[in-house]
């Protein structure tokens, strides 16, 4: 009987001893360093995980950073004072940021877009809904919803609506997260330099006719504004479109766009040829 003690002590004991040691040669050999930067880099980001640098979030973004296989400018959510301290953690020439904010590309608005007379939409709000459903109260099924998703995905209350049912932008507060422009539904929001400032502020590709009757502010594809521009405008599927790489703003006759749908998107300030800003591509 104590034999038999003897020989199950001795047995756990060495077992013990030997799963222990395995143990402590794993932890040597598969011990993982973490680089002491990648949580420094993690304090100062705005930790919106917003993923507008194309990572997962805030810490996927500090781990790629530090490897050396993201570049501390993507993070435009936190501008160049953040992209000047990652560079100055990393010991790496800081880049340039260019700022980046959201465009609502359509004007259809309650006072523009003609509403359905004979199937009106009861129903919840939700834009993703709206579309799913019957595509909401307006005849335009390519224009802004007016469910307000957009502004209920942005992070940083740099959008509202307006009294005419669109979604207008704070360009001082928007970090071109680009979060609205995955809400919606629609594709009419996008993300642009700042500095960039014509559009064309409409989506719909019907034909010219159904165009003017579905909206006051559609482009109805009457392709004025494509024809002298040198490939600066195309028209594509009854829209016109801009081709920022070759655009040159001087050649566009804005004043010959009878709904205004090609405009600067501060149509209220005045801007005289010597002011207008170079596009970027």
Do not use: W
Not at 41 to 52: H, S, T
Request: charged share 20%; glycine share 10%.
């Amino acid at each position: 009987m104590v034999l038999t003690f003897i020989v199950a002590i001795v047995t756990m004991g060495g077992l013990g001893f030997i799963f222990a040691s395995a143990l402590a040669v794993a932890d040597k050999k598969l011990k993982v360093v973490e680089d002491l930067r990648i949580a420094e880099v993690n304090e100062i980001l705005p930790n919106a995980n917003c993923g507008a640098c194309g990572n997962a979030g805030c810490y996927d973004f500090a781990v790629k950073v530090v490897q050396g296989k993201v570049d501390p400018s993507k993070c435009t959510v936190g501008g160049q004072d953040v992209i000047d301290e990652v560079s100055r953690i990393l010991g790496v020439e800081a880049g340039s940021s260019t700022k980046m904010v959201a465009r609502v590309l359509c004007r259809g608005g309650n006072a523009e877009a003609a509403q359905k007379e004979n199937a009106a939409y009861y129903g919840p709000q939700s834009c993703s809904v709206q579309a799913l459903v019957g595509g909401g109260d307006k005849l335009c099924f390519d224009g802004c919803l007016g469910g307000g998703e957009c502004v209920d995905a942005c992070q940083f209350n740099a959008m509202y609506m307006n009294d005419n049912g669109l979604p207008v932008v704070i360009e001082e507060l928007c970090t071109g997260c680009g979060l609205c422009a995955k809400a919606c539904p629609r594709n009419i929001i996008e993300i642009h330099p700042v500095d960039r400032t014509l559009f064309v502020f409409c989506k719909n590709h019907d034909d010219p006719k159904t165009s003017k009757k579905v909206c006051k502010a559609a482009c109805i594809a009457c392709g004025i504004c494509a024809r002298k521009s040198d490939g600066g405008v195309v028209m594509l599927d009854n829209l016109a479109v801009i081709n920022y790489s070759k655009l040159d703003i001087s050649k566009i006759p804005l004043d010959k766009c009878s709904t205004k749908a090609i405009d600067f998107v501060h149509a209220d300030v005045q801007i005289t040829e010597e002011k207008i800003p170079a596009e970027v591509s």
